[in-house]
């Protein structure tokens, strides 16, 4: 596990291509958004890596920096996370399951119901979470074709608006535009990753950055909650 964690859930796609080192041209950006939304909401589980670069600091709840586990929709999270609760520092375990959250207590390794600043779940649901995020990208150009995790996929380039991502992040809603970078599984469709860069509230350092991995779709995995002494 890394030292430092951090949320969410996910942003937009905007895909189009062109080759690897200057070769032919890919599908128009649309055209592979469109293919990316069908793809990626018919799967119900999936390895994901979330890494919050850059983060604004947090008082409230916990705030996830850093985050590797699997996702059954529509709402289950198991992963092994980093980031702060109640503005301290904590490296733990978090299980979401039917709505709430518990967190493994690092010193008596108890399991303790948590409020969540950086929301997981909302981050993968369906209407307000990644694929809400891509369906509402604009300004999408294609920056060619990348490996990501061994596969070759389309990188595109975007903007989407901040209130897209307040289901996620827990901000403000805005109209404000962010940058987002999407990269889509040439083969199957299936966004492998999502990059939202710069700050989405007031407070939130310029050189923000939230990635996220997506990986191992199908995953066969059982997530319960935990057993409370």
Known sequence: MRPLLGSTLLAAVALAVAGC????????????????????????????????QHGPPSKKGLHLIYADGDVVLPGNVKADVTGTLLGLPLRSELIVVGGDYFVRNPFTQAWQAVSVATNPVAFFNPRKGVLAVIAGATQLKSAGSEKVGGQDAYHVKGKVPVSAISPILGNPPSSKLVDVDLWIDKQSSRLVRVRISGPVESGDPSNAVRTVDLSQYGKSVAITAPVKP
């Open 21 to 52: 080192g200057g070769g032919a041209k890919g599908p128009p950006p649309e055209q592979i958004v469109k293919a990316a939304t069908k793809a990626t909401s018919a799967e119900r589980s999936f390895h994901f890596v979330y890494d919050e």
